[in-house]
């Protein structure tokens, strides 16, 4: 959730001008030197009634989700004009759950009453532009139901581990993930984690989903491209501006990419290819905007094939270790172990000086101009490494 302004009222700015005081309002979107009287103005009623039927509308869509919560929402995004901030979907979850949420807190409450306080609304209004507790608990307990009738089916190739976790038989671990996720917008993870720890000093990033994977890029919708992109990697740039105040200076944080970013990898489509390159390059901004902010480093890790959950999901794991196995200058396998070991490295302060950097962890693949298992070399007598 990008929020803006923790209230709407910091939103209002009184400036001087020839010695007439004027006043921004957000809801006529312009200047006026009214006072307080503007709010009865006929041209600004208008408009307030206008943005609340608007909310209204939005919400009524919303509620039909609240009623019937759908798996795997899509990008829904949600502007709450009362808190003047941008409610970010998150892709894996029940449609619409990030916004219910916000919806039905304490802080956007506050903010509406706030709202309507300042801008002449009627106060009875205030319930009709929230979602109730009552409701989202319900709701929950609907989510879970449909997860639990959800156990059987199968997903169709989606690189996507939350998804994977909906449909394993771990019905304990998913109800407790899912009802962390849903009840977490970033900015409640925050809170948590501040709440447990005071601050930290390493955070890792480590999701990718693309609903197209399976897709060749050219046949990529701009949906699942958008998708893949805001699940991948602007994913990271709002965890990392989210959990930024609690990191400690020194900190360290980690994001996962992979090769086909930079070169041709078939196979690896639906625009997560290129969710990866923006991640990388992003690496490089934030290393920047974060290292000058807070003294934080920020890396990403590129492995080489392994046999995890996830790397299953894209159907040609073995494929690709076998051709590592054969083409890297290491002829072995590579192993979690060597990952997680990188990762320890990067996020200690023996890497105090590494940031905005890629580190490759793939058995030095990434390091080979051809492939040396090809017949042309037969003749070069290459060592196997086996
Ligand atoms: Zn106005
Ligand atoms: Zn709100």
């Not at 304990?172 to 849903?182: G, L």
């Not at 990271?236 to 990419?257: A, E, M, Y």
């Not at 901004?285 to 934080?296: C, D, H, N, P």
Request: aromatic letters at 8%.
């Amino acid at each position: 959730m990008n929020e803006r302004s923790d209230q709407t009222s910091s939103n209002s700015s009184k400036m001087k001008k020839d010695g007439v005081i004027f006043e921004f309002c957000e809801v006529c979107n312009l200047n006026h030197n009214q006072d307080s009287r503007h709010k009865y103005f006929p041209s600004h009623v208008n408009s307030l009634s206008s943005i609340i039927s608007r909310f209204h509308k939005k919400l009524s869509n919303i509620r039909s989700y609240l009623k019937s919560p759908v798996p795997h929402g899509s990008e829904n995004r949600v502007w709450c004009v009362f808190c003047n901030c941008d409610i970010e979907e998150l892709p894996s979850f029940f449609a619409f759950g990030t916004a219910i949420h916000h919806l039905a807190s304490a802080s956007h409450l506050k903010n509406t009453k706030n709202f309507l306080w300042k801008h002449g609304g009627k106060m009875d209004k205030v319930d009709s532009l929230r979602i109730l507790e009552a409701d989202v608990v319900k709701w929950e307990k609907k989510c879970r139901l449909l997860k639990s009738d959800g156990a059987n089916e199968t997903t169709h190739g989606s690189l996507n581990d939350i998804h994977n976790e909906f449909n394993s038989k771990c019905i304990d671990t998913f109800n407790q993930n899912i009802n962390q996720s849903i009840n977490s917008s970033y900015m409640n993870v925050v809170e948590c984690v501040k709440q447990d720890f005071g601050s930290i000093d390493i955070l890792v990033h480590s999701l990718a989903n693309g609903p197209e994977v399976s897709k060749p890029l050219l046949e990529t919708s701009r949906n699942g491209y958008l998708t893949a992109i805001s699940a991948s990697s602007y994913a990271f740039v709002s965890l990392l501006r989210h959990f930024l105040p609690i990191i400690n200076s020194g900190g360290s944080t980690i994001s996962l990419t992979y090769i086909a970013s930079e070169r041709i990898i078939p196979g690896y489509g639906g625009g997560i290819s290129s969710a990866k390159a923006a991640l990388e390059s992003d690496t490089k901004v934030l290393a920047f905007e974060a290292g000058r902010k807070s003294k934080i480093r920020v890396n990403t890790m590129s492995a080489g094939p392994l046999r995890s959950r996830a790397a299953k999901a894209i159907g040609f794991i073995e494929m690709m270790i076998d051709y590592s196995v054969k083409n890297a200058p290491f002829a072995k396998e590579l192993s979690a172990d060597e990952v997680g070991n990188a990762a320890a490295f990067l996020a200690s302060p023996l890497a105090s000086a590494i940031t905005g950097s890629v580190l490759y962890v793939d058995n030095g693949l990434n390091a080979m101009g051809v492939g040396v298992d090809s017949p042309v070399f037969t003749n070069l007598d290459i060592p196997t490494g086996n």
